[in-house]
């Protein structure tokens, strides 16, 4: 009853940059939980992905037109992408949190942002909050294709502040970026592997009974520890 590819090597697009899902180490290889948690699955279920780290945007983009059979991008399952995409069991929770550098101290609430320049990534779920808010708040919003340009914005004053997942912004402090989180984090959605609308269900099946697997092992446990360590 074992669920069997259809496909002898699956495309799979990714975020370029979203440290600690998918980054480049020191030796440019690209490692991350989204990474590692797919090669797992793929060992356990026995399939083969080739992953492309495109970008966001690109990702969605890619999903949509075919040109990649699936996704796996720290990506946040919503309503609206529900429309267009088929998504796996969630296999992590994060929510969207803004961010400033760890020196400003005006930025306490979303009112404060009131003429301000928000930085988002193209494509996320920050930015759909950003954009419906964008009336409400008075701020200015700023697109990025991705992090890494975001974050040296930030650092150069081009922007007051930015927002993206917790966990990243966590991640990126940990590592000596000099940042804060002053206002309470939004629910975005858990992450989840997605394929388009209709599309590959056997991949979605596959990561599902998978990620089952690798979550009463201990190993989806051991993943995230490598990545988070006791941090959260
Ligand atoms: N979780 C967010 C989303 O789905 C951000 C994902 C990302 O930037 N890779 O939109």
């Known amino acids: 009853e074992a669920i069997k590819p259809v496909k002898s090597d699956y495309k799979i697009a990714s975020d370029s940059l ?4 998918e980054f480049q180490n020191s030796n440019k290889k690209y490692v991350g ?16 992905v080739t992953m492309n780290f495109v970008g966001f945007q690109t990702a969605v983009d890619q999903t949509q037109a075919g040109q990649a059979d699936g996704m796996i991008a720290g990506m946040s399952i919503t309503d609206e992408r529900r429309k267009v995409f088929d998504f796996s069991d969630p296999y992590f929770t994060a929510n ?11 930025i306490t609430s979303y009112k404060d942002l009131k003429g301000k320049t928000i930085g988002v990534k193209n494509g996320t779920a920050s930015q759909e909050f950003i954009e419906k808010n964008k009336e409400k708040y008075g701020y200015k919003i700023k697109v990025f294709d991705a992090a890494d340009t975001m974050y040296e914005s930030l650092n150069t004053g081009s922007i007051h502040a930015f927002m993206d997942d917790e966990p990243v912004v966590k991640y990126a402090i940990l590592q000596g970026k000099k940042f804060a989180t002053p206002i309470e984090p ?16 056997e991949l979605i099946a596959m990561f599902n009974v998978g990620l089952a697997k690798l979550k009463t092992n201990g190993d989806y446990d051991k993943i995230v520890a490598k990545y988070m360590g006791d941090t959260d």
């Not at 969207?96 to 005006?106: E, L, R």
């Not at 939004?186 to 269900?201: D, L, Q, R, T």
């Open 33 to 48: 939980i989204d990474v590692d948690l797919l090669n797992a699955i793929t060992k356990t279920q026995k399939f083969n």
């Open 18 to 21: 979203f440290a600690p899902f």
């Open 96 to 106: 969207a949190t803004i961010a400033v550098k760890d020196t400003t101290k005006d």
């Open 186 to 201: 939004e629910k975005i959605g858990e992450y989840g592997f997605a394929v388009k609308k209709g599309e590959n269900p």
